[in-house]
């Protein structure tokens, strides 16, 4: 028996016990890019979801521990019925599967995201960050650094010259100086559209909170209105942005003097920190990981990448490099080198 098999077996086997259905049967709910998978069962005709985060490459507690805070909160995350961290699984509730992203149009954004606005400042005002990492200097070099790595050298086949790593790093140094500017709140990391439901009750749905970290408070904003997977023309999320900053001061989060040009700023380049990371991880998930679906999403935010970037003069250059390393080629086919 492979070990897939073996944990399959494993997942199945403590599934019918920790519901008492000697005949559940269980079915692909969804996976992320992690190594944590979702499995949908149901007990008495109800759905039920059992999450598999093997410990040993997704510990499951900080999911448990970041759920709880949330829920404190009054954020609509799913409630755990029965866990066993030790083999990391998990029986939780079944928010459903309407997620953002299919949902989202014209006709539905300004609802659906005053929803998850609701749901951002509420999290960033009530939400305890005691003990949360912290997303500071290193983290976020560490980030951005995956995409010299990742896309350049290993998709693209580049290798960067001198002068070429002075452009890089005088870029990730504006950012890095613009995100250390910024009040810092809870920080959901990954606030966007494949992470959010629409329900009944308490809409969204929050889910993918593990890697939960403390840090600026433009940067789930960005997440979210600046999301990987879908895009929205740029004055319409500058408008949203605006009125944000306007529920931020009103909450007292935000110091009276940050003004709309600055706090612009802010979001622009904590969304570019985070599309800078993305270009390069997009990239492991497909080499490292055997992901190769995630490279169909690399030219969008691309685009977010040389739009944000040549807005501000201190970090367009960057722009310019990544632009001519790529040349003419198609950012979706993989280099088999």
């Not at 990954?190 to 749905?205: A, C, F, I, M, Q």
């Given at each position: ?61 900080p999911w448990v521990e970041i ?69 500071d200097h290193a983290w976020q ?197």
């Open positions: 028996m492979t070990v897939s098999n073996d944990r399959s077996a494993a997942r199945l086997t403590w599934a019918r016990h920790a519901t008492g259905q000697a005949t559940l049967v269980l079915e692909p709910a969804s996976a992320d890019a992690s190594f944590r998978s979702y499995w949908r069962g149901y007990v008495d005709g109800q759905p039920v979801i059992v999450m598999d985060s093997p410990p040993e490459k997704e510990n499951p507690a759920g709880k805070r949330l829920a404190d909160a009054g954020l609509h995350v799913p409630t755990v019925m029965v866990a066993d961290l030790a083999q990391g699984f998990l029986l939780i509730e079944d928010l459903g599967t309407r997620t953002y992203l299919p949902e989202l149009g014209d006709a539905t954004v300004d609802a659906l995201y005053g929803n998850a606005l609701d749901a951002l400042l509420r999290m960033q005002s009530h939400v305890d960050t005691s003990g949360l990492p912290s997303f070099t560490m980030e951005m650094e995956i995409m010299p790595t990742w896309l350049l050298e290993r998709h693209l086949g580049v290798t960067l010259a001198c002068e070429e790593w002075d452009v890089v790093e005088g870029a990730f140094t504006a950012i890095l100086r613009t995100l250390a500017e910024q009040p810092r709140a809870f920080m959901h990391r990954d606030y966007h559209s494949r992470n959010l439901l629409v329900t009944t009750e308490r809409s969204p749905g929050i889910i993918d909170f593990q890697g939960a970290m403390s840090g600026p408070i433009t940067y789930d904003l960005a997440s979210l209105l600046r999301d990987a997977y879908i895009v929205w023309d740029n004055e319409r999320v500058e408008g949203w942005v605006e009125a944000y900053r306007l529920r931020l001061l009103d909450a007292r989060l935000l110091d009276e003097t940050v003004d709309t040009d600055r706090f612009r700023r802010w979001f622009d380049l904590a969304g570019l920190q985070r599309h800078i990371k993305i270009l390069g991880l997009f990239c492991r998930l497909c080499y490292r990981d055997g992901k190769p679906g995630y490279l169909d999403d690399l030219p969008r935010v691309l685009r977010y990448v040389l739009d944000t970037a040549r807005r501000h003069a201190d970090v367009a250059p960057l722009a310019d490099l990544i632009e001519a390393k790529i040349g003419g080629r198609d950012l979706r086919q993989a280099n088999p080198a």
